[in-house]
């Protein structure tokens, strides 16, 4: 047999185990959370990262933990790396809405497996694994090595692997699959708006005493809740349920001490792909400002928000920062988080830039359109990534996806930030593939259960031809 049929025929015979290895790894809630001894994001990524130690060592790779902020699993000699492969093993918050229970993965018949990580990242990280045991099992030809890394605080800004890069130098070509195939060579830059308003308490009725959505910086929210008092329930529901229809999320309305409460569910999705949700806070904004609300401080602020991140204005028009490039595509804008009480505000908006947008053309724009109506501003520009598209790796990494989906393989951008967007020639490659929605971020998180195993056969490929 060739490499090819060598490859497939390893895969194929061991898709059982892969698919229990993921389902393990998904059990286990990754969540960013309080620090503690040996957990320095939480106990949830820190029993994962063990439990991918105790994998890839099982496995008989070299392990290493780094401080349980990032772990490593070597194939060949370390010292002489020409390869590193780049996932993460923490998620976002599973939020509402899922069918299913997100931390017991299923396959469905529609042949999705879904659960919370089995397309972010843990599936990828599974599919690295696997092709690492591929290569090894088969006794394909090794002149050098390869490392496989995974951290365990992408979601939450990446510190993990700023201090494992910052002990540790990268192999000379890394790849991240974390995105969709074939070759990100492209990220757009980004730009965390956070701002702020106070104002005294108010008496006047009816008003909003308090409000909040959003759990995640990089996730479009799919609930959020106000408390108005001085309202009753049923005239609340009558003035929001039509509208809220009209922009494609559902509402319910609730009693409560304080005043009823009005909760909009929307869509979430990734914070990189607004327009693929129903953004939960911009629906609920929009709601406020057509009720008769009195007027005062709190009521002006959220028809400011209103003007300001109007719903469906993804490019940041209202704000006027909507610029694009022809390597990286649009500005995208998503208001993501606000926290809002009876004497202020406080809300973040979570940009992704093109190579074009600065301070001077962007933050800068943005910080005078937010402080001409009040709010203060704070935040600061993160820069793009980008790696020409030619050269031996990438041409690599193309021929190899060629070779097992027999489609064109080339490179493309996008906005989601990864875990090379620091990594001098870093790309991501998959493990998705282009077009399929595995509802990233969102409720119903899934990942077709072929692609897995095709993902798994191309890093394969890429690890035998880039180490034999």
Known sequence: MDRKQ???????????EFIEDLKTLCRIRSVTGEPEENAPYGPGPARAL???MEMCAGYGFSVQNHDWRVMTADFGAADDRVLDILAHLDVVDENTGWDSDPYEPVIKDDGYIYGRGVADDKGGAVAALYAMRCVKELGLPQARGMRLILGTDEECGSSDVAYYYKHNAPAPNTFTPDSEFPVCNAEKGMYRLRFRKSWEKESALPRVVSLSGGVQINAIPTESSAVIAGMEPMHLMAGAAPLCAELGASCRVEETPEGARLTVVGEGCHAAHPDRGV??????????????LADGPSTRALRELDSLLPHGDFLGKALGIAQEDAPTGPLTCSFT???FTETGLEGVCDCR????????????????????LGFETAGMMIAPHYTP???????TLLQSYETYTGKKGECYSMGGGTYVHDVPGGVAFGYGMPGVDVRMHGANERFPVEDLFTAAKIFADVIA???G
């Open 6 to 16: 060598q490859i497939e025929a390893w895969v194929d015979a061991h898709r059982d």
């Open 50 to 52: 063990a439990k991918a």
């Open 279 to 292: 953004n939960a806070n911009t629906v609920l904004i929009r709601v406020l400002t057509e009720l008769p």
């Open 337 to 339: 988080m606000i926290a």
């Open 353 to 372: 830039v093109p190579l074009c947008a600065d301070n001077e053309n962007c933050k800068d724009v943005a910080d005078r359109a937010m402080g001409a």
């Open 389 to 395: 598209a030619e050269g031996e790796f990438i041409r």
């Open 465 to 467: 031809a880039m180490c």
